[in-house]
């Protein structure tokens, strides 16, 4: 593998091949999410605890200090807002691999949409995107997403999804989690990391989805909401972390979650 990818690739995999990349791009078709209004205090409390972040360019610019060492995965997709909801998958390439080398990004992000009106162009949006980082050894995050469609998250789709994702080239792939997950990551050739989709219920729901996905095959979380959108957004993700580097089960990421929040927070 080029040098350059690989090492790019090594910043955000860590040493155990795993990851816990922070989301938050939301506000590319979104808007201002809840909790994510004032991207840049959100965020800062947060990066000490990640391995690396994900975002466009204009929060990244705006929001995130250069100083601060953090792989970034630059979101470069997009095109339509929530506003134009059944238009959400009409995507396009939106900034030049030019501007992610400038600054300084360790891959490039962009969504596929399997299956809707836009399959064909999203997919093609993914080879165009593939061929243009390759010259600079820039690697690619497909993202298999859904839209409003949430119900699509099934073994069936989601295999299909990045199983398409990896034959266009794709160095590695953010999907869901769903139940046989292991069919999922199984007939993926590339490493898979997974979103944590809409708020859960509880915090234990969450481990436990970050648990099983790990069990079940992916490299690591891609996550956003269920880490900032929660009242106790570091306590959160430093358990999450425990259970993506430090093999902590669900149980075990609770009672850490519990003596964290007990414990005021120290900026690193
Ligand atoms: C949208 C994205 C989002 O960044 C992603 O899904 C966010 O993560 P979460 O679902 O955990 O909030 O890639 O396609």
């Known amino acids: 593998m080029d040098w350059g990818l690989h090492n790019r690739l090594a910043r955000i995999f860590q040493r155990d091949h795993r990851t816990v990349m922070l989301a ?6 979104m808007g201002p999410t809840t909790r994510l209004e004032d991207p840049r205090a959100t965020i800062a409390p947060l ?4 391995d690396a972040i994900m975002l466009t ?12 060492p953090i792989p970034v995965v630059l979101r470069v997709s997009g095109g339509t807002t929530i506003l134009r909801k059944d238009e959400l998958p009409n995507e396009t390439i939106m900034t030049t691999v030019e501007d992610a080398v400038r600054l300084n990004a360790c891959a490039v992000a962009l969504s ?14 993914l080879a165009r995107l593939v061929d243009m980082a390759i010259p600079y050894g820039m690697p690619v995050l497909a993202v298999t997403a859904v839209g409003k469609e949430l119900e699509k998250r099934d073994a069936r789709y989601l295999a299909l999804a990045c199983r398409v994702a990896a034959e266009f080239g794709a160095h590695f792939v953010k999907t869901y989690f769903c139940e046989n997950f292991e069919r999922v990551a199984g007939s993926c050739p590339v490493p898979l990391v997974i979103a944590g989709g809409p708020k859960l219920d509880s915090d234990m729901a969450v481990f436990e989805l970050v648990y099983r996905a790990l069990q079940e095959g992916a490299a690591g979380v891609d996550m ?15 358990a999450i972390r425990a259970i993506v580097h430090e093999q902590y089960t669900p149980q075990q990421a609770l009672e850490l979650l519990r003596e964290l929040r007990t414990t005021p927070t120290v900026q690193v």
Request: hydrophobic share 35%; charged share 20%.
């Open 224 to 238: 956003g909401r269920n880490i900032w959108q929660s009242d106790y957004p570091v306590p959160m993700i430093r």
């Open 57 to 68: 360019r204009g929060v990244l610019r705006n929001c995130v200090d250069p100083d601060v």
């Open 112 to 125: 596929i949409f399997v299956g809707s009106d836009y399959e064909h162009q999203t997919l093609a949006n």
């Open 47 to 50: 990066l000490p605890y990640a």
């Open 24 to 29: 938050v791009d939301h506000g590319y078709f």
